[in-house]
């Protein structure tokens, strides 16, 4: 697999009365073909504007940027790739049939066929003759996909692509995403709603401040958490002699019942072993994930106050 | 060219269903139509201030058509993010502007069509004018209105890719208003021989840049016959260039501004 999209020290500045204020700042990261990537971050962290740059709709003020092996700006890109922003407005008089084929026309397509069988896939069939007006949210947000997937994109870039949707849009728009890793193409969403992003994304980077302040694989990133053991009929003397046993751990007791709060990767077996052993009963055992919004908080927390500023 | 057209007749269909501009265009129209009442002169008075003033209704509506059609052309994109979706596509930002230019022309072009079909058809109803020649004539103020307005729309669009709705109405407001009004003004104070020459090439230099809109005002021949252009079709011919030639100056110009612009 190569890459999709590679980045090096790409920074976006811009003049204030303050000062020069670095919107996107030496920003570095690589996103590999066919993986749905994360690029998660507050309000104006700097994520729209990173798009921008790499679709070549803003200049970089310095550093460098590929998508699919060629430098960004370049037009002949666009024609394997697609953009949904987010909260995306579309020409109101026109159909969703129309619509499509108006974008269509951009890529010199005329296949009507192709259109309607898009609306199809996002299950607009029934709705591709009312006005894009009479659209919900969620239909436009669908109406939108529909479009990003006219030329057959190798990559698609997906600006916050279900914020203010229902749960029920959130769910086929969840799913559509999910499909177009399937047919191997390159998903590049650019999100805060992190259950959302937890579920579907292979890989993330979190950016604060214009800044990325983590990257990796989701499990990597999630691995670390926590279990919860409970146990009856146990003696304050074995709690006692836990807390004393394990550094890493909170030991609780009350009227018989123990609860030992410890790292996922610590030796669960010696605890269990120790239960038996006073003849106490493990009632659960809980295992504690480690969530994304865990490494989102503590990762822009971390930073900070470290680097003023902030984007769109 | 594909996407040129596709983005032109896109900004046809908006531009036609904007209320603002729909209103302007119903007042223009009830205008239109209710000339020949406003009128309590003789009938070759009549006749004479009629044309003046439909042909001036024609083209002030026109002009704030224009104006106000092209002054949030760009802007309206860019604040409704239509234009990123359009951007990302295989179309570049002078394909992008040329297009909605062009669908801002087309979507004059039937607005000042409809105004023209409408005084034609008051002509001969209500002022029983049947004479072809006559009417045709009438057909050729609107035609070079066409130009001047299509040149309008370029200054309209000029601007837009570098100052607000607001200022670019004044802006080009302004600039109408001068290439209208005091054109003839500076042409005579460049040639005046009591001027110093300071102030004769000042004078030069502001009437060459400004656009002569004043020159496509070709109503005065048509309401005074006397004052005879030797040969119409050359003159109609020359202005239509010099418009082009405006029109594509002032495109290329704005294309450079809107390339590096961030958006």
Redesign the interface.
């Known amino acids: 697999m190569g890459s999709a999209i590679v980045t090096n020290s790409l920074t976006k500045s811009y003049r204030t009365r303050a000062g020069q204020v670095n919107v996107v700042d030496a920003l570095s990261l690589e996103v590999e073909e066919g993986e749905i990537f994360g690029f998660l971050g507050p309000n104006g962290a700097g994520k729209t504007t990173t798009i921008?740059m790499l679709?070549?709709?803003?200049?970089p003020t310095s550093g460098e940027g590929y998508v699919l092996g060629k430098e960004i700006g370049d037009?002949?890109v666009?024609?394997v790739?697609?953009?949904?922003?987010?909260?995306?407005?579309?020409?109101e008089?026109?159909t969703g049939l129309e619509l499509l084929k108006?974008?269509a026309?951009?890529?010199?397509i005329k296949d009507e066929a192709k259109c309607r069988d898009l609306l199809e896939k996002v299950n607009l069939h029934n709705d591709m003759t009312k006005a894009i007006s009479q659209y919900s949210k969620g239909m436009q947000q669908r109406v939108?996909l529909a479009?990003s997937l006219l030329?057959d994109p190798k990559l698609l870039?997906l600006d916050e692509p279900t914020a203010g949707l229902d749960p029920i849009a959130h769910t086929e728009i969840r799913n559509l995403i999910l499909s177009f890793r399937d047919e191997g193409r390159t998903v590049f969403i650019s999100s805060h709603e992190l259950s959302e992003v937890e579920r579907i994304c292979d890989r993330v980077a979190i950016i604060n401040h214009g800044i990325i302040v983590a990257q990796g694989r989701l499990d990597d990133l999630l691995r670390g958490g926590r279990i919860e053991i409970i146990a009856d009929e146990v003696s304050a003397a074995l709690a006692d002699d836990l807390r004393g046993k394990l550094k890493d751990a909170t030991v609780s007791h009350h009227e018989g019942r123990l609860i030992v709060d410890m790292a996922e990767d610590s030796d669960q077996n010696a605890i269990f072993d120790a239960i038996r052993t006073a003849k106490g009963k493990v009632v659960s055992i809980i295992p504690r994930r480690k969530r994304l919004e865990d490494i989102f908080v503590e990762s822009v927390k971390a930073k900070k106050g470290e680097k003023p500023g902030g984007a769109a | 060219m594909?996407?040129i057209?596709?983005?032109a007749?896109?900004t046809v269909?908006?531009a036609i269903?904007r209320r603002v501009l729909l209103v302007i265009l119903l007042v223009g129209l009830f205008f239109v139509m209710a000339a020949p009442g406003l009128s309590v002169l003789s009938a070759r008075q009549e006749l004479t201030v009629l044309k003046s003033l439909v042909l001036g209704v024609i083209q002030l509506t026109s002009a704030v058509i224009a104006i106000v059609l092209t002054v949030y052309m760009l802007p309206n994109e860019i604040e409704?993010?239509?234009i990123?979706?359009?951007?990302?596509?295989?179309?570049?930002r002078w394909q992008f502007l040329v297009g909605k230019y062009l669908g801002a022309v087309a979507a004059l072009g039937i607005m000042m069509s409809l105004m023209t079909v409408v005084m034609l058809l008051m002509f001969v109803i209500q002022v029983q004018v049947r004479d072809f020649n006559r009417l045709s004539e009438l057909v050729q103020g609107p035609a070079m209105f066409f130009v001047q307005m299509s040149l309008l729309a370029a200054v309209g669009i000029f601007f837009s890719t570098f100052v607000s709705p607001l200022v670019n109405f004044f802006l080009t407001g302004g600039i109408y208003m001068m290439g209208s009004l005091f054109n003839p003004m500076f042409e005579t104070m460049a040639s005046n021989p009591n001027m110093s020459g300071f102030a004769k090439n000042a004078a030069w230099l502001v009437n060459a840049m400004l656009p002569n809109f004043a020159d496509f005002n070709i109503q005065n021949r048509i309401i005074n016959p006397e004052s005879v252009i030797q040969n119409p079709m050359v003159h109609y011919m020359n202005l239509t260039v010099y418009g082009l030639i405006y029109i594509a100056v002032l495109l290329i110009a704005g294309i450079l501004v809107f390339d590096?612009r961030?958006?």
């Open positions: 921008k679709l070549g709709i803003i200049y037009i002949e666009h024609k790739i697609s953009y949904l922003p987010e909260r995306p407005y579309y020409y008089h026109m108006f974008y026309s951009l890529f010199g939108g479009q030329n870039f | 594909k996407p057209m596709a983005i007749a896109t269909g908006e269903r409704r993010r239509t990123y979706t359009i951007l990302s596509k295989p179309v570049l590096r961030e958006v």
